[in-house]
Protein backbone atom coordinates (compact mmCIF):
# COMPACT_ATOMS: atom_id res chain seq x y z
CA UNK A 1 0.00 0.00 0.00
CA UNK A 2 3.35 2.33 1.13
CA UNK A 3 4.29 2.10 -2.82
CA UNK A 4 0.99 3.29 -4.30
CA UNK A 5 1.01 6.39 -2.36
CA UNK A 6 4.78 7.26 -3.55
CA UNK A 7 2.72 6.36 -7.41
CA UNK A 8 0.94 9.49 -9.04
CA UNK A 9 0.14 11.66 -11.95
CA UNK A 10 1.88 14.83 -13.00
CA UNK A 11 1.70 16.59 -16.02
CA UNK A 12 4.60 16.97 -17.89
CA UNK A 13 6.51 19.29 -20.64
CA UNK A 14 9.25 17.87 -22.31
CA UNK A 15 11.53 19.04 -25.68
CA UNK A 16 11.46 15.54 -27.83
CA UNK A 17 13.52 17.21 -30.82
CA UNK A 18 15.19 20.16 -32.20
CA UNK A 19 15.09 21.06 -35.57
CA UNK A 20 15.10 23.82 -38.28
CA UNK A 21 11.22 24.36 -38.61
CA UNK A 22 9.57 27.55 -40.57
CA UNK A 23 8.60 29.97 -37.31
CA UNK A 24 5.08 31.79 -38.40
CA UNK A 25 6.41 34.75 -36.35
CA UNK A 26 9.76 34.92 -37.63
CA UNK A 27 8.71 34.50 -40.62
CA UNK A 28 11.69 31.98 -41.56
CA UNK A 29 12.87 28.70 -40.51
CA UNK A 30 14.54 28.97 -37.13
CA UNK A 31 15.76 26.27 -34.79
CA UNK A 32 12.53 25.12 -32.70
CA UNK A 33 12.07 22.78 -30.04
CA UNK A 34 9.61 20.17 -30.58
CA UNK A 35 7.80 19.65 -27.14
CA UNK A 36 5.03 17.27 -25.98
CA UNK A 37 2.30 18.10 -23.05
CA UNK A 38 1.32 14.77 -21.63
CA UNK A 39 0.51 13.12 -18.83
CA UNK A 40 3.31 10.80 -16.93
CA UNK A 41 3.12 8.41 -14.32
CA UNK A 42 5.42 9.66 -11.37
CA UNK A 43 7.36 7.37 -8.72
CA UNK A 44 8.16 10.62 -5.74
CA UNK A 45 6.61 13.06 -8.34
CA UNK A 46 9.54 12.21 -10.65
CA UNK A 47 7.83 11.10 -14.00
CA UNK A 48 8.96 7.93 -14.77
CA UNK A 49 6.36 6.62 -17.37
CA UNK A 50 4.45 8.20 -19.85
CA UNK A 51 0.24 7.73 -20.16
CA UNK A 52 -0.78 9.99 -22.65
CA UNK A 53 -0.09 12.90 -25.02
CA UNK A 54 -2.17 15.55 -25.00
CA UNK A 55 -0.56 17.81 -27.37
CA UNK A 56 2.50 18.62 -29.28
CA UNK A 57 3.80 22.56 -30.03
CA UNK A 58 6.98 24.02 -31.18
CA UNK A 59 8.78 26.80 -29.42
CA UNK A 60 11.26 29.07 -31.91
CA UNK A 61 14.48 29.58 -30.59
CA UNK A 62 14.86 32.79 -31.38
CA UNK A 63 11.35 34.45 -30.75
CA UNK A 64 10.54 31.94 -27.88
CA UNK A 65 7.28 32.03 -29.06
CA UNK A 66 5.39 28.72 -29.41
CA UNK A 67 2.88 28.00 -31.83
CA UNK A 68 1.05 24.23 -32.40
CA UNK A 69 2.36 21.47 -34.06
CA UNK A 70 -1.39 20.59 -35.39
CA UNK A 71 -0.94 23.86 -37.38
CA UNK A 72 -0.95 24.14 -41.14
CA UNK A 73 1.75 24.44 -43.94
CA UNK A 74 2.59 27.97 -42.40
CA UNK A 75 5.32 28.65 -45.34
CA UNK A 76 2.31 28.08 -48.03
CA UNK A 77 -0.63 29.52 -45.87
CA UNK A 78 -3.67 29.90 -48.10
CA UNK A 79 -6.58 32.50 -47.22
CA UNK A 80 -8.90 29.85 -46.75
CA UNK A 81 -6.92 27.91 -44.13
CA UNK A 82 -5.88 31.26 -42.36
CA UNK A 83 -9.83 32.00 -42.01
CA UNK A 84 -10.25 28.61 -40.74
CA UNK A 85 -7.58 28.44 -38.56
CA UNK A 86 -7.79 31.99 -36.29
CA UNK A 87 -11.98 30.92 -36.82
CA UNK A 88 -11.29 28.24 -34.72
CA UNK A 89 -9.06 29.57 -32.64
CA UNK A 90 -11.57 32.52 -31.47
CA UNK A 91 -14.55 30.49 -30.82
CA UNK A 92 -12.26 27.92 -28.58
CA UNK A 93 -11.33 30.72 -26.83
CA UNK A 94 -14.74 33.04 -26.09
CA UNK A 95 -15.95 29.39 -25.16
CA UNK A 96 -13.36 28.75 -23.00
CA UNK A 97 -13.86 32.24 -21.30
CA UNK A 98 -16.88 30.71 -19.05
CA UNK A 99 -14.51 27.85 -18.12
CA UNK A 100 -17.38 26.09 -19.86
CA UNK A 101 -14.56 23.80 -22.64
CA UNK A 102 -15.85 20.31 -20.50
CA UNK A 103 -14.33 17.99 -23.44
CA UNK A 104 -16.50 16.37 -26.08
CA UNK A 105 -19.82 17.60 -25.68
CA UNK A 106 -17.63 21.40 -26.15
CA UNK A 107 -16.32 20.11 -29.30
CA UNK A 108 -19.22 19.03 -31.15
CA UNK A 109 -21.39 22.33 -30.43
CA UNK A 110 -18.35 23.96 -31.47
CA UNK A 111 -17.71 22.01 -34.30
CA UNK A 112 -21.44 22.67 -35.64
CA UNK A 113 -20.79 26.50 -35.29
CA UNK A 114 -17.23 26.27 -37.18
CA UNK A 115 -19.43 24.27 -39.92
CA UNK A 116 -21.85 26.59 -39.91
CA UNK A 117 -19.18 29.81 -40.38
CA UNK A 118 -16.52 28.48 -42.17
CA UNK A 119 -18.49 25.76 -44.27
CA UNK A 120 -15.81 23.01 -42.76
CA UNK A 121 -16.00 20.25 -41.13
CA UNK A 122 -13.47 20.08 -37.55
CA UNK A 123 -13.77 16.87 -35.52
CA UNK A 124 -14.77 17.09 -31.86
CA UNK A 125 -11.06 16.00 -31.31
CA UNK A 126 -9.39 18.47 -33.05
CA UNK A 127 -11.53 21.17 -30.97
CA UNK A 128 -10.65 19.46 -28.04
CA UNK A 129 -6.82 19.64 -28.88
CA UNK A 130 -6.79 23.16 -29.88
CA UNK A 131 -8.78 24.13 -26.37
CA UNK A 132 -5.73 21.68 -24.30
CA UNK A 133 -2.95 24.05 -25.94
CA UNK A 134 -4.58 27.39 -25.59
CA UNK A 135 -5.67 26.00 -21.94
CA UNK A 136 -2.38 24.51 -21.27
CA UNK A 137 0.62 25.95 -23.47
CA UNK A 138 -0.22 29.60 -24.31
CA UNK A 139 -3.02 30.17 -21.35
CA UNK A 140 -4.28 32.78 -19.56
CA UNK A 141 -1.58 34.84 -19.20
CA UNK A 142 0.16 35.80 -23.44
CA UNK A 143 -3.67 34.24 -24.14
CA UNK A 144 -4.75 35.46 -27.94
CA UNK A 145 -2.06 37.71 -28.29
CA UNK A 146 0.14 34.28 -28.70
CA UNK A 147 -2.67 32.45 -30.57
CA UNK A 148 -3.50 34.72 -33.17
CA UNK A 149 -0.46 34.89 -35.27
CA UNK A 150 0.13 38.17 -37.05
CA UNK A 151 1.50 36.38 -40.53
CA UNK A 152 -2.00 34.45 -40.49
CA UNK A 153 -4.42 38.04 -39.28
CA UNK A 154 -2.41 39.47 -42.10
CA UNK A 155 -4.40 36.69 -45.23
CA UNK A 156 -7.31 38.30 -43.80
CA UNK A 157 -9.80 41.40 -45.03
CA UNK A 158 -11.47 43.41 -42.51
CA UNK A 159 -14.53 42.00 -43.81
CA UNK A 160 -13.21 38.51 -42.77
CA UNK A 161 -11.94 39.58 -39.20
CA UNK A 162 -15.34 41.13 -38.33
CA UNK A 163 -16.88 37.72 -39.97
CA UNK A 164 -14.64 35.93 -37.01
CA UNK A 165 -16.40 38.29 -34.43
CA UNK A 166 -19.73 37.14 -36.18
CA UNK A 167 -18.59 33.30 -35.22
CA UNK A 168 -17.65 33.92 -31.88
CA UNK A 169 -21.04 35.59 -31.21
CA UNK A 170 -22.37 32.10 -32.29
CA UNK A 171 -20.75 30.30 -29.60
CA UNK A 172 -21.24 32.62 -26.09
CA UNK A 173 -23.72 31.01 -23.65
CA UNK A 174 -26.54 33.05 -24.36
CA UNK A 175 -27.18 33.88 -28.01
CA UNK A 176 -26.85 37.68 -28.59
CA UNK A 177 -25.50 38.69 -25.51
CA UNK A 178 -21.91 38.30 -24.09
CA UNK A 179 -21.07 38.50 -20.37
CA UNK A 180 -17.90 40.35 -18.84
CA UNK A 181 -15.73 37.41 -19.54
CA UNK A 182 -16.47 37.05 -22.87
CA UNK A 183 -16.12 40.71 -23.40
CA UNK A 184 -12.82 40.70 -23.01
CA UNK A 185 -11.98 37.79 -25.70
CA UNK A 186 -14.12 39.72 -28.24
CA UNK A 187 -12.21 43.27 -27.33
CA UNK A 188 -8.95 41.07 -27.12
CA UNK A 189 -9.53 39.79 -30.54
CA UNK A 190 -10.79 43.25 -32.00
CA UNK A 191 -7.82 44.72 -31.00
CA UNK A 192 -5.37 42.31 -32.10
CA UNK A 193 -7.29 42.40 -35.64
CA UNK A 194 -7.21 45.85 -35.88
CA UNK A 195 -11.43 46.18 -35.84
CA UNK A 196 -12.52 49.96 -35.24
CA UNK A 197 -14.08 49.96 -31.75
CA UNK A 198 -17.46 50.00 -33.20
CA UNK A 199 -17.45 47.28 -34.85
CA UNK A 200 -16.20 45.32 -32.06
CA UNK A 201 -19.13 46.66 -29.67
CA UNK A 202 -21.93 45.43 -32.00
CA UNK A 203 -20.74 42.36 -30.95
CA UNK A 204 -20.61 42.88 -27.23
CA UNK A 205 -23.67 43.94 -25.96
CA UNK A 206 -22.91 43.06 -22.61
CA UNK A 207 -25.80 41.32 -20.21
CA UNK A 208 -27.36 44.17 -17.61
CA UNK A 209 -25.99 42.95 -14.19
CA UNK A 210 -29.59 41.92 -11.79
CA UNK A 211 -29.26 43.40 -8.46
ZN1 LIG B 1 10.41 32.64 -34.15
Known amino acids: MADLLLLGQEETRKTIDKANIYCPFCRQHQICKEKELGLYVSFFFV ?14 QTCRKRFPAYGPDWENLEQRVAMEFLMLTCMVRVRMANGAFRKEPEGVAVGQQFLIFAHTVVGEADVVERAIYMKK ?25 EHILRSMAAVTLSEGKVNDREARVFEEAGRIFGLEEKIVAKYVKKKKKKR
Not at 151 to 157: A, G, Q, T
Request: glycine share 6%; proline share 5%.
Open 137 to 161: VTGADKGLEEDLIPMVIEKLSIEQR
Open 47 to 60: PIKRAAVFTKYFKC
